[in-house]
């Protein structure tokens, strides 16, 4: 729990510092301290922390910054909530310079939680296991990478029945389709990995590329009901609809969807009909379209201004009928697709106060989301929690009353936060993107 | 960069309008010693193209980093301009030169190369502090590079007088690049995130258990469907 005491402590570059001697005297009640909201830090003034709030948390730096990644579904399994873990993700760059862009995959093995093992026997015989014990700790990661022409824009992976692929935006406006398995190997096998940078790494292309659309793009999503079935969705406001032939590869309608009147952020497949899907753009609109309609009128629901403004992202719950939006304006709107027609949705949060970009429902918990936004926090909400008046519940910290009871957790520590992802194997696990590089951590709130 | 550097000793004339675009890509005999000055006045300031040209240079042009207000800056990457041009995209990488290529593998490379230097020519004004003269020289050949009126054999013109041979330099930086990419798969890292810093990550945090048991949402029966049709 984040509290603000006074003290009398100086602090020169006015960071909040760690309490850990001195004066023990405090000044009034302890609050909750949230960045962009209340006073901020006074003089002496510091962040006193309590209990340990991390199950695992790990940072990775791999280079240029990733603008955009997914986690690799693999086989090992469900459900794994045993440490240590390992997890695939597929990331895209975004260098500088054209030439030096990649497609990564990244494999993060032994990845520890926070609690120390429990340690036995002599302080000599301990002090030896100490070190024993923090080699054996390590964190690995192995990285496969192909070259990419073109700054990463999105990333999304599916599997077409045993082949993974990824579908990948350029900023040079076209839509790609790479093979993964090799990669997947690769990663495996220190062995191959050396004979892939050697023999492989530079002739790896695409499998297929569509350059039909008029200029770059964000939004891509490959449905999750029709094997190889692919959207994509450009700043030019159109959305094109791939369709996998019988060769293994795709025929794209150059016919775009058309309703949007500016950029498309994203767009998203429903969980439960095959020929629906979600789009939410710049023009502050977000719309619901059915592609058994001709492009021209396959828009079927439009809400007009979501937000007060561009709406970035949208997430569509595996669950229950909800739709999760994020705006420029740094609101969360949770949507009841039973009554979308009404435009209005039926939570709003403003915790942000930046531009929100990247929102997720959990894959298993109801009503569980997570929110990263430009302000440099990540979120963590539950919509089923409601404070209950007969069972005369009191909120353990006093600061935290004045917070949606919705809201489990506030996470800061990186700095242009892009996009997150729930790890769909692992509960509770959280991966973000971020201009230092991924963040992997796991709270004790979901 | 020197390209900058040698922008400004040009002599100042205008050349008149050029004849549209041509498509061939044939490769011009060299460098050009009598190249006109590369920083064009638009003749055609009512025309759409122009006005587009204007407005994706004029952001480079600002001092400082302030991001362009027109583009969203979903980006990491401050003040980088994206050079996709509807008309010319590239889907591979660059050709080995012995290979005939085809049409719209020519194509490809023209758009490459161009996209190339327009990418080297914002980066020097974003690193290299040029004098206002030489950033208007520049920003006068991002809009003649990347306009669709510019016919080409004055784009190659201009290419070649402010880099020289650049396939050269674009096959140098590829194989920089792919230097690059074999030493990184050795120097990633993923590590722990020590207590101290845990301590500062945390905001805001609710334990699970006390609140989840109250659950309240409307658990619909069925799967909720649209049923458009």
């Known amino acids: 729990m984040a509290a603000r005491k006074g003290r009398r402590r100086t602090c020169e570059t006015g960071e909040p510092m760690e309490a850990e001697s001195g004066d023990t005297s405090s000044e009034g009640p302890a609050q909750v301290y949230l960045p962009g909201r209340g006073p901020p830090l006074r003089e002496g003034e510091e962040l006193v922390m309590d209990e340990e709030a991390y199950v695992l948390y790990h940072r990775a730096q791999t280079g240029a910054p990733c603008l955009s990644f997914d986690i690799v579904r693999d086989h090992l399994g469900d459900n794994r909530t045993e440490l240590p873990l390992t997890l695939y993700l597929c990331a895209g760059t975004q260098a500088e310079s054209a030439q030096s862009n990649r497609l990564m995959m990244l494999r993060m093995h032994n990845l520890h939680g926070t609690k120390p093992p429990p340690s036995e026997g002599s302080d000599e015989e301990e002090e030896e296991e100490d070190e024993e014990d923090e080699e054996e700790r390590k964190p690995q990661l192995e990285l496969a990478m192909v070259p990419h022409y073109g700054g990463i824009n999105r990333v999304r992976v599916s599997w077409l029945g045993e082949e993974p692929v990824a579908g990948v935006w350029s900023e040079k406006g076209q839509v790609e389709v790479f093979a993964l398995r090799r990669l997947l190997q690769v990663v495996e096998e220190p062995q191959a990995l050396a004979a892939f940078l050697r023999d492989e790494q530079a002739q790896m292309k695409p499998i297929f590329s569509f350059a039909g659309h008029m200029g770059e793009g964000f939004a891509l999503d490959w449905s999750p009901r029709v094997t190889g079935r692919l959207l994509t969705g450009d700043c030019q406001k159109n959305i094109h609809l791939w369709t996998p032939t019988d060769g293994g590869s795709w025929h794209v309608d150059q016919r775009p969807f058309v309703g949007h009147t500016r950029s498309v952020e994203d767009l998203q497949w429903s969980p439960t009909e095959n020929t629906v899907f979600a789009s939410c753009s710049a023009d502050a609109s977000i719309r619901i379209w059915d592609i058994r309609a001709a492009p021209s009128k396959a828009c079927m629901l439009t809400t007009a201004t979501a937000h007060d403004g561009d709406v970035n992202v949208i997430s569509w719950s595996r669950r229950e009928p909800f739709l999760l939006s994020g705006g420029d304006d740094g609101a969360l709107k949770i949507w009841d697709l039973r009554q979308f027609k009404s435009g209005s949705p039926v939570a709003t949060f403003k915790q942000h106060v930046a531009p929100v970009t990247s929102v997720e429902w959990h894959p298993q918990d109801s009503g569980v989301f997570a929110a990263s936004g430009a302000d440099h926090q990540i979120t963590q909400w539950d919509l089923a929690v409601e404070r209950d008046p007969e069972a005369g519940d009191v909120e353990a910290d006093p600061g935290l009353a004045d917070l949606p009871q919705q809201l489990l957790f506030v996470h800061q520590g990186e700095t242009e936060l892009k996009e997150l992802h729930w790890h769909p194997q692992c509960p509770g696990l959280l991966v973000s993107t971020a201009l230092s590089g991924f963040t992997i951590f796991r709270t004790i709130s979901v | ?229």
């Open chain 2, 1 to 229: 960069m020197a390209a900058l550097g040698h922008l400004a000793g040009e002599a100042a004339a205008a050349p008149g309008p050029g004849t549209p675009c041509a498509s061939r890509g044939a490769r011009l005999p060299g460098p050009v010693s009598s190249a006109r000055n590369p920083s064009t006045v638009c003749l055609c300031p009512e025309q759409p193209t122009c006005s587009n040209a204007d407005s994706r240079a004029h952001p480079l042009g600002d001092e400082g980093g302030t991001a362009s207000k027109k583009q969203k800056n979903k980006k990491k990457t401050r003040n980088r301009a994206s050079v996709a041009n509807g008309g010319e995209k590239a889907s591979e990488k660059l050709a080995p030169e012995e290979v005939p290529l085809s049409a719209e593998a020519q194509a490809q490379q023209l758009a490459q190369e161009l996209a190339w230097c327009v990418e080297q020519l914002e980066l020097g004004l974003k690193r290299q502090k040029p004098t206002p003269k030489q950033k208007e020289q520049a920003i006068g050949a991002i809009r003649t590079l990347r306009s669709k009126r510019t016919p080409l054999p004055r784009k190659r013109q201009l290419m070649h007088s402010l880099f020289g041979d650049y396939r050269a330099q674009m096959e140098a930086e590829w194989r920089e690049a792919l230097r690059a990419l074999r030493a990184a798969a050795y120097s990633a890292q993923v590590q722990p995130v020590d207590g101290a810093t845990r301590k500062k990550s945390q905001r805001v945090c609710r334990p699970r258990s006390i609140w989840r048991a109250k659950a309240t949402l409307d658990m619909p029966d069925e799967e909720f469907r649209f049923n458009f049709f």
